[in-house]
């Protein structure tokens, strides 16, 4: 994908926004091109599936919060939204092609906020 | 200089040689189990820790070069940060420290941990990692499942990762047995890390990202997985997932019913010989008595479930093997939150309609402890095989030549069951276990085809389980109770007596047609002395200690329309409900074989001590069939209950719930007959 713009990101930078754009930071982009990406910060419950963005934040209590950053969902993971309703299931996406699937349910997943990769 | 921000410590001694005790710890879904089955084989048993219900296996680990057992494996919950508010964490971390120790173990931290990681994603198990190697204790570090990883062109370079911990790392496959003989080995030598990951938990988090970005090897996956997607949203879908789960939850269902019942026949005659054979060899008296009835007919009378438990819990472990239960719970969960029930909890109310004993014993899935007391709580409601009997008997007399209009009240029976376990539910999560069922925030495992070795070893630890606790609970509750319904041993009344005597007089004036051959007592005889059993196992019953009981409490059912005849039934059926069948067979027809018609018939029109009245009016019938619907009419159950809560109090709770909502309905069905004049 020619417009894709490679940018180094490293896990505990914060996440370059770019509307719109694709902005991840490998050769061969994940995102599947423009529009892809998340276009800027909002709940997991308001992305379109297949949609992928990073993990900004959540708005939840300290137990359900230290629970998805243990499964993983955290500040700056990689998420893909796999499917949309309940529940949410949404692939955590790593280098090396490892991925996990999480579900959530809504009382959840919308205390989950997604920003642009 | 190493690449992510640990502090370089110097290598100390290994532990000493010997027999070591090592802590299997992992994130739920690593293949830990099926590494821990791989490792011990059956020289494994489940313990729990003291003072709470949380189940533990501990293993023996035998190493064929010396031929001894080299490690006693503990296999820790799964669980994906030792530091959450968890009760499997805490206990994790009791046991790490040193605090805590499975019953029968030396309270003393283990000689090392092996940490299992997942190789398909090795970035989620390394905060676990991290976690581990602070503890400063020999680690090794499995990276399990390679045998999937590669399939799906997942790689990391485990040398480097070695590298980077400072402990031993393994690559392995529980479910193809790669790796597993340098695994133990490694367990064996296991050095101390030489590095330690930072303390605090975002700069551990930053830590095992950095790691995992060091290791990894190849790009981001580009790709999205199409076919899992599909699965998913056929699987999670509102109509068509819950079609599919009530397919497969009937096919549990059919084989937990159907296939069951070869071996629970079996098993019942079995039983019965050996309580018949027990008759035989000991002269008759109390010790015949009571290991025939007390002993065998008590224990065979659990036993008889085995094989449903085993069924199930075979089934069960297959489905979670395959990543199927995972999205299931989701489907159940939108019809259960409402009540304040979780998605987890479905498994076990439905295993509860074959027998509430494996299905409470199946809600330790539940994670929430909340939402596992209220599933535990209500999935006695549901009914069970146990029940059945009593309806057929019940719906019978009712409906006795419209067998439609009988199969519509027995499927009313199973609908007021989970009403009623709906509804305790939603009160529970209003008053005692205040507070809404946790959201689902679950990690759905990959599609893959189940192992049968952990389905089989699942199988037989949960059946042994059962087995140890049908021998020690519920044997002393089965002797008591048949202690009470069979004792005091009185005399036959005089009217027996006097009808035994007519019908020896009628058989000895038949005379043989030929010399040589016997001929069968007349049919008048035959009645006399039929009659002569029912009066006799009537005056039994009431003068047992069971019918004194009975008696003493029947102007408590008398508002249900029961007599004292009724009340000994329900009284003696405490230990299990379909023994109010065999009770009223017996004390009203003197008979026991309630598949026999003129039995049924008999029991239909007996009356009550004015000889007029009948016990069993429909208004009578109906308050029964609620009654026994929704009472708690099990003791096994309410010991299993004590014993899964971890706590007398709820299984006391259970039990005035069940019986005062019973009474309850069981009096507004019979006042509102008798009302409209339809007793």
């Known amino acids: ?117 | 200089m190493p690449i992510v921000p640990g502090h370089d410590v110097p290598a100390p001694m290994a532990a000493p040689p010997g027999p070591k005790r090592v802590a299997l710890l992992g994130n739920p879904n690593t293949g830990k189990t099926t590494l821990f089955n791989r490792l011990c084989a059956t020289r494994q048993k489940t313990s729990n820790f003291p003072g709470t219900t949380q189940e533990v296996r501990i293993g023996l680990v035998r190493d064929e070069k010396v031929r001894a057992d080299s490690i006693e494996l503990i296999d820790l919950p799964g669980i994906y940060s030792i530091e959450l508010q968890m009760t499997e964490a805490a206990l994790c971390r009791g046991v790490l420290a040193g605090d805590v120790a499975p019953r029968g173990e030396r309270v003393e931290p283990p000689d090392a941990i092996c940490v299992v990681i997942d190789a398909t994603d090795l970035g989620r198990g390394l905060v676990l990692v991290g976690e581990a190697l602070r503890r400063r204790l020999p680690t090794v570090v499995a990276i399990n499942m390679v045998d999937l990883a590669r399939r799906r062109g997942v790689h990391a370079d485990e040398a480097k990762l070695a590298d980077i911990l400072g402990c031993t790392v393994v690559v392995c496959s529980a479910r193809t047995g790669e790796g597993v003989e340098a695994l133990r080995d490694s367990l064996t030598h296991a050095p101390i890390p030489n590095r330690t990951p930072p303390g605090d938990a975002h700069a551990l988090e930053h830590w095992a990202d950095d790691v995992f970005a060091a290791v990894a090897l190849g790009d981001e996956r580009a790709d999205t997985d199409t076919l899992t997607d599909r699965l998913d949203k056929a699987f999670t879908h509102p109509v068509l997932g819950v079609l599919t789960f009530a397919l497969v939850m009937t096919g549990l269902f059919y084989v937990i019913f159907k296939l069951a019942s070869y071996p629970m026949d079996l098993i019942d005659g079995v039983f019965g010989r050996l309580a018949e054979a027990v008759r035989v060899v000991l002269p008759a008296g109390v010790l015949a008595d009571l290991l025939a009835g007390g002993v065998v007919g008590g224990v065979g009378a659990t036993v008889i479930f085995v094989p449903q438990i085993c069924l199930l819990f075979f089934i069960i472990s297959l489905l979670e093997d395959t990543g199927y239960l995972a999205r299931a719970a989701f489907v159940m969960d939108r019809v259960l939150r409402p009540f304040g029930l979780s998605g987890h909890s479905f498994v076990p109310l439905l295993s509860s309609h074959a027998c509430a004993l494996p299905g409470i014993m199946s809600a330790r899935a539940v994670p929430d402890r909340r939402d596992r007391l209220a599933t535990i709580l209500v999935a006695p409601f549901m009914t069970c095989s146990a029940r059945i009997p009593v309806y057929v008997l019940l719906t019978t007399i009712l409906f006795r030549d419209r067998p439609a209009m009988g199969a519509v009240a027995f499927t009313g029976c199973y609908a007021l069951g989970i009403v009623a376990a709906l509804f305790s539910s939603l009160i529970a999560r209003r008053t005692i276990l205040k507070g809404k069922s946790r959201p689902m925030a679950l990690e759905l495992p990959s599609y893959k085809l189940p192992s049968l070795a952990t389905a089989l070893l699942t199988t037989l630890d949960r059946g042994l389980i059962f087995l140890k606790q049908a021998g020690t609970n519920i044997l002393a509750i089965s002797i008591v109770l048949w202690w009470l319904s069979s004792y005091p041993v009185v005399p036959p009344p005089q009217r027996a007596l006097e009808l035994r005597a007519q019908a020896q007089a009628l058989v000895a004036q038949t005379i043989p047609q030929e010399p040589g051959t016997a001929t069968e007592p007349s049919q008048s005889a035959q009645s006399l002395n039929q009659e002569a059993d029912r009066i006799e196992a009537n005056h039994a019953t009431k003068m047992s200690f069971a019918g004194r009981l009975g008696r003493t409490i029947e102007p408590v059912l008398r508002p249900l329309g029961f007599d004292w005849q009724l009340s000994v039934g329900i009284v003696t059926s405490f230990a299990a409900r379909e023994v109010f069948v065999s009770t009223m067979a017996v004390m009203l027809t003197g008979a026991d074989d309630t598949e026999d018609q003129s039995v049924l018939n008999r029991l239909g029109a007996a009356t009550r001590d004015d000889g007029v009245t009948p016990i069993f009016t429909r208004a009578v019938c109906w308050s029964l069939l609620v009654y026994y619907v929704l009472a708690m009419q099990c003791l096994p159950t309410l010991a299993v209950t004590a014993k899964e809560s971890g706590s007398i109090k709820w299984a006391v709770v259970q039990l005035l719930w069940m019986c005062g909502v019973a009474y309850l309905a069981a009096w507004i069905t019979y006042k509102m007959l008798t009302m409209f004049g339809l007793s």
Do not use: F, Y
Request: glycine share 12%; charged share 20%; net charge positive.
């Open chain 1, 1 to 117: 994908m020619s417009d894709v713009v490679p940018i180094k990101s490293k896990a505990g930078q914060a996440p370059v926004a770019s509307v719109g754009t694709c902005a991840c930071s490998h050769d061969r982009c994940a995102c599947d091109g423009p529009g892809r990406s998340v276009p800027s910060e909002s709940p997991l419950t308001k992305l379109e599936i297949g949609q992928i963005g990073l993990v900004t934040r959540t708005t939840l209590g300290s137990d359900d919060e230290a629970l998805l950053r243990a499964m993983g969902l955290r500040p700056n993971a990689r998420v893909r939204l796999c499917q949309a309703g309940e529940p949410w299931i949404i692939e955590v996406r790593r280098t090396g092609g490892a991925c996990s699937r999480i579900g959530l349910a809504r009382a959840i997943a919308q205390h989950v906020h997604i920003g642009p990769v």
